[in-house]
């Protein structure tokens, strides 16, 4: 994607400016670009959609589902910090050790709030409201603190309201559910596992499962061949 980035510089410009897009955002467009395939072919119904992501592409997923409406669904595992963790709770990996070992992945800007990161005009609960009134499904494991999962099912509950304001149901909840319990009922869902900074098939079932209730085609009435649908 470094590639991508320097076919979009200006005449002249050697690098993206301080204003201008990280890799996260050079995988998100690749990943709009996909949906752009996908909605040429006829054996894919590009309305039902949903993309995954793990790790520093869960923090990615979030942001494409964020710029790209046409995603119906997103599944961000396991994203840490500038993902769906919260920043302010300074727990975990923060955003100083972001900075100093990913700078390429956020515009140059982001390197301003090294060590005072409070200043920042945003956080992570903003990132999944964005994605409303779209389901989002998140998770995280016991042993990956570093991706501070109770910071990541505070930053849900945080944007509950907006799913609330647009008709949409929260997670039902602000207590950390109990370790392997999905939420899947509502257009948040959340899954703390056992274990560590993976997807689980723990993981996968419960994204099924909440895939199927948001994604799966309603079924139609069959009637007799001799009876007319009302």
């Known amino acids: 994607m470094t590639l991508v980035r320097k076919l979009a510089l200006a005449p002249r410009q050697t690098q993206p400016a301080a204003d201008e897009w990280g890799t996260i955002t050079a995988w998100a467009w690749g990943a709009s ?53 919260l920043a302010r709770r300074d727990f975990g990996e923060t955003v100083d050790d972001v900075i100093a070992n990913f700078p390429w992945w956020f515009a140059g800007n982001f390197q301003k709030y090294s060590d005072h990161w409070n200043d920042m005009p945003v956080d992570s609960h903003l990132l999944i409201a964005l994605n409303a009134p ?31 304001l647009l008709g949409k149901k929260d997670l039902g ?21 056992t274990g560590a900074h993976t997807i689980t098939a723990e993981d996968w079932k419960a994204f099924l499962d909440f895939a199927d209730r948001h994604l799966k085609p309603a079924r139609r009435m069959r009637y007799p061949s001799n009876v007319e649908a009302d």
């Open 33 to 85: 670009r996909v949906l752009d395939y996908l909605e040429s072919d006829r054996a894919v119904d590009a309305k039902r959609v949903a993309l995954i992501g793990h790790s520093r592409l869960g923090k990615t997923a979030l942001w494409a589902g964020a710029r790209d409406a046409r995603f119906a669904l997103v599944f961000s595992s396991c994203s840490g910090e500038m993902g769906a963790s």
């Open 134 to 164: 779209r389901p989002v499904f998140i998770t995280g494991g016991t042993q990956d603190q570093w991706a501070d999962p109770h910071g990541q099912f505070l930053a849900e509950v945080a944007a509950g309201p907006v799913y609330r």
């Open 173 to 193: 909840t602000s207590e950390l559910p109990p370790l392997d319990t999905p939420l899947v009922s509502g257009d948040l869902g959340f899954l703390y596992h």
